[in-house]
């Protein structure tokens, strides 16, 4: 689910998260992946998603130089696509409309006037 | 005195075609009589062979005499039509026998010779019904045939009249049902109230859909022409439904985010434990995305739900016009979306086609097998910046309509850009500069520029 929120915009980003439930599914872990989608990859935002989701071992900032490093990839690899976000809501930082989060779906609808 | 008897010929000339015309008609509606007896003599005989055989056959016969009857009144009710319809035919020929006849009046200059002639050629025209004369002879089979034969010949007559009066219904129809889409779901409910939970577990457990969809993923893939490098990409798939598209993207090793109007779908999704992200979004309030994040999109049999106007509010052109720039926003430098799509028209496979192109993609439409009815796909391939050319389409027997077809709608960059603002313009150029503006926002009903445009009315009015 971090990958949706984190590239949530509606009038605003990025999307906070507020967690009830977090679950964590394994995945394939491909460093060729990470390389490729990290400079489109707002870090703070991502660090602060994951903070809300109970992952806090994400270092303060990351730059290019880190992708060489195992054991960063290790850690960006489960705070970008292990850790879902199941129960909760993401809300925007700039009119503080909530989207609820269930079944790890984010219902992301508009009413007509918003849009 | 030439002259005189210049006209006199004319005017019996005329009176003659006139008759012979009268003829026709006559000839021809004794033949529509012909053919009805010949049907009922033969529905007749088939029932009395029948009867002694079997009662269900029987009972099936008299259906069949039925609705051959009605066939047959309903061509006998369009004798207008079918006037009308030899009519131009016999009027050109007509015309060309007189013109013969003319030149060669003059040449003789013989008053008699033409009375004479005309006769002889009308007469051998009148048809000698041959059918009814030979009929009783003939066994009750043979009757039968001959009876449906004449019976298909009036269909085809009664199907030409009736063409040549209707050509635009008559059209339309023919291109829905050459597309197959009869049933086309989009026109009996929204998308998030069509696909409720029945329908949701219908559609994933057909396995006839899971075979399209796995199949129309793949060829989207294709026209995606993703770099071969063997990193995983980020996809979207929009319109993932429960993900059936996705698994066959899970199989290349790509991480996608689906987007999806019906929960229920998506539930389904979930429960099969898809590998991609779902969110439940309106794809007609454009995409929730950052701007250049993903790798390309894909979206299967989706797009076209776009063009309903299921609410006061929903109008497909603003829908449309929010999806497609809010993609062309999130993909980034590069990369491709492959929207497939089942157009309901050629009017909404162009308004799409608009609405991408408006919103600065290049790229256009790829018609798979564009002469299978069934097999006939269309893929709306967008491209951001770049101007690779268009894939090929699919299963083309002849070359040509295909390539038409793809040369038809490319349409490559917006070319129209807003005509500078004038504080001091005339009313005429405000006119035009509305104008332009409404054509740029794809209405499609804005009246050429003319000299007229703009122009004051005379007093008078």
Known sequence: ?115 | MYEGQLEQIDNSLARLGEQRAALENLSSQAEVINALKVGADASKGAMKAMKIDQVDQVLDDINEANDQMKQIQDALAMPTGLGAEMDEDDLLQELEDLEEEHIDELKHEAASVPATRIPQQALPELPSAPQTQAAPAKTPEELELEALEAEMAHCVIWHAAHASRQPLSAQRHHSQYAMGRNDRPEITAPPEIFYNEDEARKYTENSRMVAIQAQLTERALELLALPDDGTPKLLLDLGCGSGLSGEALTERGHIWVGLDISKAMLDVAAEREVEGDLCLHDLGHGLPIRPGTVDGAISISAVQWLCNADTSKNDPRKRLRRFFESLYACLSKGARAVLQIYPANTEQASMMTNAAMRAGFSGGLVVDFPHSTRAKKYFLVLMVGGTAALPQARGMDGEEPEDEEAAEVYVGHRKTKRRKHNDKGSTRDWIVRKKAQQRTRGYTNIKPDSRYTGRKRKDRF
């Open chain 1, 1 to 115: 689910m971090l990958q949706c929120h984190i590239k949530g915009v509606q009038n605003g980003y990025p999307l906070k998260v507020e967690a009830e439930k977090v679950e964590t599914r394994e995945m394939d872990f491909e460093p060729d992946f990470l390389r490729h989608i990290f400079p489109r990859i707002n870090w703070p935002a991502l660090r602060e998603a994951a903070a809300a989701m109970g992952v806090s071992d994400l270092p303060e900032s990351a730059s290019e130089e880190l992708l060489e490093d195992d054991d960063f990839l290790k850690k960006f690899h489960h705070a970008l696509l292990e850790v879902h976000l199941e129960e909760g809501s993401l809300v925007c930082p700039e009119t503080g409309r909530k989207f609820p989060v269930s079944g790890g779906i984010p219902n992301l609808l508009l009413q007509e006037d918003e849009c």
